[in-house]
């Protein structure tokens, strides 16, 4: 059980820390866009020879700020919850937050105090739980990892083509 609980604990820090660099990518991005987007239209003929920098770090800052905000999105469950036998017998967790928040108060109260009498049932109920919400979680990292990804690159991206238009201003 203290595996369980270390386990469980440790997927409720990642998630935390899943949301808070998801937060800093939006704000990293949305300070850049912030700036640069006024930037652009009030010097778009002075900078014209640096529209494509400019182009290629807007569009990569606003699908970094898209895959930060997918990270943090609560993620939906398709699957309505309309077998209670499938909560009884630990299929799916009724610990689990999405899987009770359609139940009544009755049904959830009702639905725990016999899953606690059924020592198996329970412990396969636990697993699950802790299954559910490592899904959860690889989901938050993926989108994470993509969206350091295109941050990455944007900022790699950006530099290339500034030097190349630098290379092709001085060459003029």
């Not at 807007?58 to 499938?86: E, K, M, W």
């Not at 329970?122 to 299954?131: G, I």
């Amino acid at each position: 059980m203290t595996m369980i609980k270390t386990s469980s604990r440790n997927q409720i820090d990642l998630l935390s820390i899943a949301g808070k660099k998801a937060g800093i990518m939006i704000t990293v991005n949305s300070i850049l866009l912030t700036i640069l987007i006024p930037l652009y239209a009030s010097y778009i003929f002075d900078f014209s020879s640096y529209i494509i920098p400019i182009n290629i770090l807007v569009v990569t800052c606003g699908f970094t700020i898209l895959f930060a905000l997918l990270a943090t999105r609560p993620s939906s469950n398709p699957d309505d919850i309309n077998n209670f036998d499938q909560l009884n017998s630990g299929e799916r967790s009724i610990f689990y937050f999405k899987n009770f928040a359609r139940l009544s108060k009755d049904k959830f109260v009702e639905g725990a105090n016999e899953l606690l009498l059924k020592e198996v049932s329970f412990e396969k109920a636990v697993f699950t739980d802790l299954y559910d919400v490592g899904v959860d979680l690889d989901r938050k990292f993926t989108r994470l990892r993509w969206c350091y990804t295109i941050f990455a690159s944007s900022i790699l991206l950006t530099m290339l083509s500034y030097i190349f238009s630098v290379i092709d201003n001085s060459t003029r």
